[in-house]
């Protein structure tokens, strides 16, 4: 099967700037998560979407940044304006369902804000 | 909030060596996963091992296996007979049964396996 899709691979932009991330899950896959993965860190959660409702978004900073999963199947993850701190690689996973169903991350896409 | 705690920023191993990456855990809840996940150069995270909470007899893959102490809260993840390939970065991560609703992995900041030739 093919794996969770991510694009692009790398993207580097100026602050203020806006930017997006594109992801195509799993066919099938019910459950969405966006991570950010700053450099010598885990991955935090951002976004967890269940076909196309919001489940959690606690950690989601609002005011800059912006996700959404139409029809329930591709996401985009929006940032405007970026910030310095930004610069990290966004990963996206996704799991059939939410109970004992392993995630499937993709290959993320690699931020730098200069 | 759930934390969990690698307390090993960098562990070096002799190739077809033992090696035991630690981690740490904090949680009220009592029905949850336990993962270490294995993150190359190419940044996909791929799962290695998963432990279920309910489950006392510790998790093994192959040459992976886990010590699960649920009491200590601690959950530390052996590779034996290292191999080349097994060089990366590993993630301990916690995840809540939450029944189908929020469930995303808490993750651990990593510990670096460099595997020596």
């Known amino acids: 099967e093919a794996g969770v899709a991510q694009s692009p691979r790398y993207k580097i932009i100026e602050k203020r700037q806006s930017v997006a991330f594109w992801c195509n899950p799993i066919s099938g896959h019910a459950t969405l998560y966006w991570y950010q993965q700053i450099l010598g860190q885990g991955p935090k959660l951002l976004i967890q979407?269940?076909?196309?409702?919001?489940?959690?978004d606690s950690q989601l900073p609002k005011d800059r940044f912006s996700a959404e999963r139409l029809k329930g199947v591709d996401s985009t993850l929006k940032i405007q304006p970026a910030k310095l701190e930004d610069s990290a690689v966004y990963l996206c996973?996704?799991?059939?369902?939410?109970?004992?169903?392993?995630?499937?991350f993709g290959n993320g896409t690699r931020l730098t804000v200069t | 909030a759930q934390t969990v705690t690698q307390s090993q920023p960098e562990m070096s191993v002799q190739e077809a060596e033992t090696v035991t990456l630690s981690c740490t855990y904090d949680?009220?809840?009592?029905?949850?996963?336990l993962f270490w996940y294995k993150q190359p150069p190419s940044r996909q995270m791929i799962l290695v091992i998963r432990?279920?909470?309910?489950?006392?007899q510790n998790a093994t893959e192959n040459r992976f296996s886990v010590n699960f102490q649920k009491a200590a809260k601690s959950f530390s993840l052996k590779i034996s007979d290292s191999q080349l390939g097994d060089a990366a970065m590993y993630f301990c991560?916690?995840?809540?049964?939450?029944?189908?609703?929020?469930?995303?992995?808490?993750f651990g900041k990593g510990t670096h396996l460099i595997i020596q030739p």
């Open positions: 979407f269940q076909n196309n409702g919001v489940v959690d």
């Open positions: 949680t009220s809840e009592s029905d949850y996963y």
């Open positions: 432990q279920e909470a309910y489950k006392q």
């Open positions: 991560a916690y995840r809540i049964n939450s029944g189908g609703g929020a469930d995303g992995l808490t």
């Open positions: 996973a996704s799991s059939f369902r939410t109970v004992n169903s392993p995630l499937h």
